[in-house]
């Protein structure tokens, strides 16, 4: 071969060379420059990346679409690259206190961190819009003449599905109008099922596998409370969700039964927006579901007030402009205004 080419990339500026007959000669980019900075800025989709200077040009203010110093993440770990995206940052925003304590215990600071808890479109789940598709879907599912107590969820370990798989029977024996309705799939199902299943119960529980995001409120507006049985971390550090299926069942208006749990007996009220119950106890949640199937005016009573409450704080419309307020506040501090 009679010519070579190199390239080297590197951290802040990348070069082109190339040795024709043992003579090396550096090419120069487009503007003519022989360094060119390592920078890409990708204006929009479908749009044409810049690179190099004009790119450079516009990373201070077009932060998010531009890429550079890239070198200087690899071969780092995962933890590495996340505290130096975190110290970097002028705000955070997190979905729980837990995660909050967390990042200022790593050394950042409370100042620049929003705890905002997730929250969810009331107007899909609205239980007057999809009331007449709701009352289909309960037909076609057979739970017509039953008191249906709803559970959906991916199945984690966390969810606390088996601890309510353990109270159907003791439920069913004192009521048995009672229909356990879960909804989704993961992890635990297979657990759930066997437990189900040994205990005798599968004649009171219906399955139905993952469905589609969009039928979502179709489904829980086929049921008359919904369980939120949490557990907490095996090894005793604070519970750091933030159960988006907690803002659904509060915008479908329905009795709720759920753990006494950090963030989620932080958005509950105990007796005025549900009934919360010891996180893992089986017993207590066998009495909450029962004392709600025999009191449907107090399931009406504070299914009205979650929904209330979920509409005036947690939509996803106020949790946008929690976010944009906070970082206005951070900007306002840095400038020292």
Known sequence: MNRIVGIDLGTTNSLVATVDSGI???IADAEGHRLTPSVVHVPGPGETPVIGEKANRVRVIKPAETVYSVKRFMGR???EIERANLQAADAIVVVSQALKDELVERGLSADKILVNPNGV???RFDP???????RKLRKTLGLEDKIVVGFIATFGRWHGAEILARAIRPVIEKDPRIHFLFIGDGATVAAVRNIVRDTHATAATTFTGMIHQKDGPLYLGACDMFVCPHI?????TPFFGS?????EYMAMARGIVASRLDQIAQVLKHRTTALLVTPGSVAELVDGILELAAKPDERT????NARQEVVARYTWVGHTA???DHVRDVLRRNNGL
């Open 243 to 247: 159960p988006i299926k907690l803002f």
């Open 24 to 26: 090396p000669l550096v």
């Open 322 to 324: 929690r976010i944009l």
């Open 232 to 236: 907490p971390n095996p090894d005793g």
């Open 121 to 123: 479109d009331a107007s």
């Open 128 to 134: 007057d819009l999809i009331h007449d598709k709701s």
């Open 77 to 79: 770990r995962g933890a």
């Open 301 to 304: 009573r504070l299914g009205s």
